[in-house]
């Protein structure tokens, strides 16, 4: 019912910048429920940057000041602006996100398992 698309992703040298776009159709968001995560080969898969259901943003302890999200409610897409970027932030980006019935809260929202709609990821690496 929910449908997720990201884009954004790329090739950037360290330091560089990107910025990663969700864009959900099918049915309505909630944006406090919707979240970005990452994934590296042979890694789990990790909360980075997500919106509980009172409306605050957690962000990953490795990403803070340098991560931010940005929300178009009338575009309803989720946006995650990326500054100064290292070679460990290299990994495939998954936007998500949460049944409004179980949207969950801010503490909650860097556990993947609490999102159920998940779009197809975009790949950023980061080069040294």
């Known amino acids: 019912q929910v449908q997720l698309v990201e884009s954004g992703g790329g090739s950037v040298q360290a330091g560089g910048t990107l910025r990663l776009s969700c864009a959900a159709s099918?049915?309505?968001?909630?944006?406090?429920?919707m979240g970005w995560f990452r994934q590296a080969p042979g890694k789990e898969r990790e909360g980075v940057a997500a919106i509980g259901r009172d409306g605050t943003t957690t962000y990953a302890d490795s990403v803070k000041g340098r991560f931010t999200l940005h929300v178009d409610y009338v575009k309803n897409t989720l946006y995650l602006q990326m500054n100064t970027l290292k070679p460990e932030d290299s990994a495939m980006y998954y936007c998500?996100?949460?049944?409004?019935?179980?949207?969950?809260?801010?503490?909650?929202?860097?556990?993947?398992?609490?999102?159920?709609?998940w779009g197809q990821g975009t790949q950023v690496t980061v080069s040294s």
């Open positions: 998500a996100a949460a049944r409004a019935w179980s949207c969950p809260t801010a503490e909650a929202t860097m556990d993947p398992q609490n999102f159920r709609y």
């Open positions: 099918g049915a309505t968001v909630n944006s406090n429920c």
